[in-house]
């Protein structure tokens, strides 16, 4: 079956755009989590959904940073008012609760 | 929150080499994640273990749930493994399976 899909796999944006990023977890899985991992840095935590309880947030850097997963499948992480700060890999892995997470390929963004 | 500390940062080894990452915790857990990073930057769960030891191939994970200590080794280097290796637990500890702190990560070089 197919695995976790990201698209874009890379995108360039200007500084103050507003970015939409996409994950497609393995179907069936009810856990789908976002993770950033920005040049020369260690992955970092941004948001967890589980099933249809109210998702962890907690690792969002700012409010300008929002993510909506609809039907417990696809989720689309947002970045408004991007910063070069915001540059960046972004990660979404999927798994059953307390199952290994099965990663995607990832979605390079730069703000130039 | 978990801090994860792994060593070494860097590892350079020659093929057939028996290599030995290690990772420390600091809050208890119910179980530890091992990643592993290719220079393309896809992440493959390498093992999710709560107890002993796992084997799959020519990696080994092991872990010290007391001690608060996990062990990944590679039996036989070759240049194939080549990778970051990343260990990740829970960010509050227990069975928050959820939201993960992850360790900077273990440089593995394997020269032929």
């Known amino acids: 079956g197919a695995g976790v899909s990201q698209s874009p796999s890379n995108k360039v944006t200007e500084k103050g755009k507003d970015v939409e990023l996409r994950c497609d977890p393995i179907s069936g899985h009810t856990a789908l989590y976002w993770y950033r991992q920005s040049l020369g840095q260690g992955l970092e935590f941004l948001i967890y959904f589980q099933g249809n309880s109210a998702p962890d947030k907690s690792g969002l850097p700012s409010d300008r940073f929002s993510a909506e997963r609809t039907g417990g499948s696809v989720s689309t992480l947002t970045i408004q008012r991007t910063q070069q700060e915001d540059s960046a890999v972004y990660l979404c892995?999927?798994?059953?609760?307390?199952?290994?997470?099965?990663f995607g390929p990832g979605t390079r963004l730069t703000v130039l | 929150k978990n801090e994860v500390e792994q060593s070494p940062q860097n590892l350079t080894a020659q093929e057939g080499e028996f290599i030995t990452i290690n990772c420390s915790y600091s809050?208890?857990?119910?179980?530890l994640h091992w990643l592993q990073q290719h220079p393309g930057g896809g992440i493959v769960s390498l093992f999710m273990?709560?107890?002993g030891k796992k084997k799959h191939g020519r990696l080994i994970a092991t872990i010290n749930i007391q001690e608060k200590h996990s062990s990944l080794h590679i039996t036989a280097s070759h240049p194939r493994d080549s990778a970051v290796y990343i260990c990740?637990?829970?960010?509050?500890?227990?069975?928050?399976?959820?939201?993960?702190?992850f360790g900077q990560g273990t440089i593995l070089t394997v020269h032929p």
């Open positions: 809050v208890g857990i119910s179980a």
């Open positions: 273990l709560s107890s």
């Open positions: 990740a637990v829970p960010n509050a500890g227990g069975t928050s399976y959820g939201k993960l702190t």
């Open positions: 892995a999927s798994s059953f609760p307390g199952i290994e997470q099965f």
